[in-house]
């Protein structure tokens, strides 16, 4: 149940609120969930949906990719972790997972209220056949708990854990250097130098940056600085 009442929207840069909740793998309070890791925490609003059956069995079969990043892959449903139960040992049937990561059974909807989960249908989220909408949200949250990505999915579109996957790739190497990513890029490609960096300072910290515009300029990193595409 959680902890703490929302007080303000989340934001980019927010602190991940805390709570503490039933999941498949016991009891959890959040930010001792959290510890040191990434996080990705992603929302569904019913067990048994579909398309949120096809990805929860995906993020199951990433998740050795995320590990290999430090990230710890957290998922929530609004049923309790009885149902869940149920729901894991048919999404690993249907898609051949082995799902292990733990599930918040968020049977009232306080950790999707927490988070801002919830569309503006009405005050109960709840559609004609019983269904909250959205509860279709990913999270990035880094080791000093800000959260870094919000994303809001419709039902009808499955996400995409491979962009996910992405998204931490780039998180994560902005972070260790002073680049950001364009467009499309995937580890490996050259990244953008930040404008914080002056060019004198550039020379030093990236050799070979190139100037497309003083306002655009890119450079490669050294092979191992980043991570394998997937
Ligand atoms: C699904 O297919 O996962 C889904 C269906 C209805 C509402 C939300 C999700």
């Not at 994303?151 to 491979?162: F, K």
Request: some cysteine; proline content about 7%; charged content about 25%.
């Amino acid at each position: 149940m959680a902890t703490e009442e929302r007080a303000v929207p989340l934001r980019l840069g927010s602190i991940a609120p805390n709570f503490q909740a039933d999941t498949t793998n016991g009891p959890i309070d959040f930010h001792e969930f959290i510890g040191d890791n990434w996080v990705v925490l992603f929302s569904h609003p019913e067990d048994y949906t579909p398309v949120c059956t096809t990805e929860l069995g995906a993020f199951a079969k990433l998740e050795p990719e995320f590990t290999k990043r430090g990230v710890k892959l957290i998922g929530l449903s609004a049923n309790t972790v009885e149902s869940h139960g149920g729901w894991i040992k048919d999404i690993d049937d249907i898609t051949g997972s082995k799902l292990t990561f733990p599930i918040i059974g968020d049977k009232n909807r306080h950790v999707a209220y927490l988070y801002d989960m919830l569309d503006h249908q009405d005050t109960t989220n709840v559609d004609s056949k019983g269904i909250a909408f959205t509860i279709r949200s990913v999270f990035i949250i880094d080791p000093k708990k800000t959260i870094r990505l919000i994303l809001s999915y419709p039902a009808s579109t499955g996400r995409n854990t491979a962009e996910v996957l992405r998204v931490v790739d780039s998180l994560q190497t902005g972070d260790k250097h002073r680049v950001t990513t364009p467009i499309n890029w995937v580890p490996g490609d050259d990244v953008i130098v930040h404008p914080s960096v002056k060019n004198e300072e550039a020379k030093t910290l990236f050799p070979n940056f190139r100037i497309v515009r003083p306002y655009l300029r890119f450079t490669p990193l050294p092979k191992e600085e980043t991570s394998a595409a997937v």
